[in-house]
């Protein structure tokens, strides 16, 4: 970004020049960043139709026993900490679809698919059917067993249609090393 200087879109404003789709503070991996506002409206609107396809990869505690899954809950501001999101019933629409990876005694390494793009979704959902993020100082109790800066979430692909070419574009980031060195002690 630093590079773009002042030519990235304007639509993000001072703070986040060109910002389309960020992650959490924390989540490691890819952004959409668009270089002028043409390209941050297409590609905004790709995300509000949900044509754009999100993977990330995550370590949680506890050993998931299904396969494949996928959690459906609404998720709204938590009304206990207003810092943090809740499973709500009045909350909006959440999906999250997940897959086990591989399996280690009291962790599970997952790939998941989000369908709908919630703050904080993939670490509440996690959280809420009992297996949080590895790292998640919010969600996960302060637990953090491997002593890691940041949490075991990584936003390693993104899927979308080029606003220009009008092809459809895929890009990966590989896993950062403090990732890669946890799953190597496991």
Request: glycine share 8%; hydrophobic share 35%; net charge positive.
């Amino acid at each position: 970004m630093a590079k773009c200087k002042d030519s990235l879109s304007g639509i993000g404003g001072k703070i986040r020049p060109g910002v389309v789709h960020r992650i959490d503070k924390d989540t490691s991996g890819l952004v959409i960043i668009a270089k002028n506002d043409k390209a941050h409206i297409n590609i905004s609107e790709q995300i509000k139709n949900r044509k754009v396809k999100k993977n990330y990869l995550a370590l949680v505690r506890g050993n998931i026993k299904e396969n494949v899954a996928i959690i459906n809950m609404p998720i709204a501001r938590s009304t206990k900490d207003r810092k943090k999101m809740a499973v709500d019933k009045k909350g909006k629409e959440a999906i999250t679809e997940f897959k086990v990876l591989k399996r280690f005694d009291g962790f599970t390494y997952i790939e998941v698919n989000i369908k709908t793009g919630r703050t904080h979704q993939i670490r509440v959902h996690m959280a809420e059917i009992g297996y949080p993020i590895v790292g998640d100082e919010v969600y996960s109790n302060g637990k953090n067993p491997f002593g890691i800066r940041g949490q075991m979430l990584h936003a390693y692909k993104l899927e979308f249609v080029h606003p220009t070419t009008k092809k459809k574009v895929e890009f990966e980031a590989p896993l950062p090393e403090y990732f890669k060195d946890v799953l190597e002690k496991l």
